[in-house]
């Protein structure tokens, strides 16, 4: 697979990245450990280099089951995870900490579930407002010294956090939402990123599964499924928001692909820095994801895609309302 860079920092990846969330939080039932292992390196083998987790993702299970199927293969892969929470009494609630000695101590944590002496890349999972950037850019700063961490991220953070942030310790990467039916980044963000340096990692590129055609008004999803509390899956928005798959459908049937493929290859086409990294369990999805990178949009599909997707309002909160006050800060 071909590699990209995010921004000017050095670290290149694959142009495809593996979000390992899916795999044991936010979706249902975690997969069995084995069949994950399996997944992951199965990504390695088709050419991924890039992967994706945090210690809220279970909490922790996910990080250990990244380190144990990324351990043969340490020195050929780009391992990301986030810092940024603790949890509450019953273990799972998710309350934000970016103070420097727990951002110290996540690392430590961290380093040993990932079975790894680096991180490659550290994000601060969601911006703490009472902690200033400052101090948390300052804190990975010394991490990155003392070669525990090897790069700096931010997630979900706006414009003037990106900037102060920068200026005490240069960012590498920003990972935000990013997709064909979230694309509020465009006012702001991506220009930012472009005048600063700064690489783009979308997530959830898929629309959380929407954009791929595989969900539809029917879809019953389960109460340990994220999506069931997303304002923009009800029901009624899913009806509504048919427009937008049945345009990649199109799309997709026009050029001998699928229409994940067809929202993915949008997504790389729209800058060089960007890279997506789209989470699955199935071995299946993966092929059919990494198969994306080579589907090539000419400018004048480009031309197209805008003009049809500039007729369809999305409807629907992409969080519930207690989760959108995190971003964007």
Not at 16 to 31: E, I, N, Q, R, T
Not at 124 to 138: F, K, L, N, S, Y
């Amino acid at each position: 697979m071909d590699k990209r860079y995010l921004g000017k920092s050095g670290l290149d990846v694959s142009a495809l990245g593996l979000g390992c969330m899916g795999l044991s939080h936010g979706y249902g039932p975690a997969v069995d450990t084995k069949d994950g292992i399996a997944l992951i390196r199965a990504a390695v083998e088709r050419g991924v280099t890039f992967f994706d987790t945090a210690e809220v993702y279970g909490p922790f299970t996910n990080e250990e089951l990244v380190g144990e199927a990324l351990e043969p293969f340490r020195d050929q892969v780009v391992i990301a995870t986030k810092f940024g929470f603790t949890f509450g009494d019953d273990g799972k609630q998710q309350i934000l900490n970016s103070r420097p000695e727990h951002i110290r101590d996540v690392a430590d944590a961290s380093l040993k579930r990932l079975r790894t002496g680096r991180i490659d890349l550290f994000y601060q999972h969601r911006v703490d407002p009472d902690v200033p950037i400052e101090d948390v850019a300052g804190t990975v700063r010394d991490l990155i010294a003392e070669g525990k961490v090897k790069h700096f991220g931010l997630s979900e953070a706006g414009v003037q956090t990106i900037r102060r942030a920068h200026a005490v310790q240069p960012v590498t990467a920003l990972q935000s939402e990013y997709s064909m039916w979230w694309r509020e980044p465009e006012k702001e963000i991506l220009p930012t990123l472009e005048e600063l340096g700064i690489g783009f990692v979308p997530f959830s590129p898929l629309g959380k599964g929407f954009l791929t055609g595989a969900i539809d008004a029917t879809t019953a999803f389960g109460a340990d499924d994220f999506r069931a509390k997303v304002p923009r899956f009800s029901e009624e928005n899913r009806k509504a928001n048919q427009a937008l798959v049945d345009l990649l459908a199109g799309l997709a049937a026009d050029r001998e692909a699928t229409s994940a493929q067809i929202a993915l290859a949008w997504l790389m086409a729209q800058k060089p820095w960007i890279v997506p990294i789209p989470g699955t369990t199935k071995l299946h999805r993966l092929d059919e994801n990494i198969g994306a990178a080579s589907v090539v949009l000419t400018s004048g599909d480009l031309a197209m895609i805008e003009a049809a997707l500039s007729r369809i309002t999305v409807q629907g909160d992409r969080y519930p309302a207690s989760l959108q006050a995190r971003v964007g800060r």
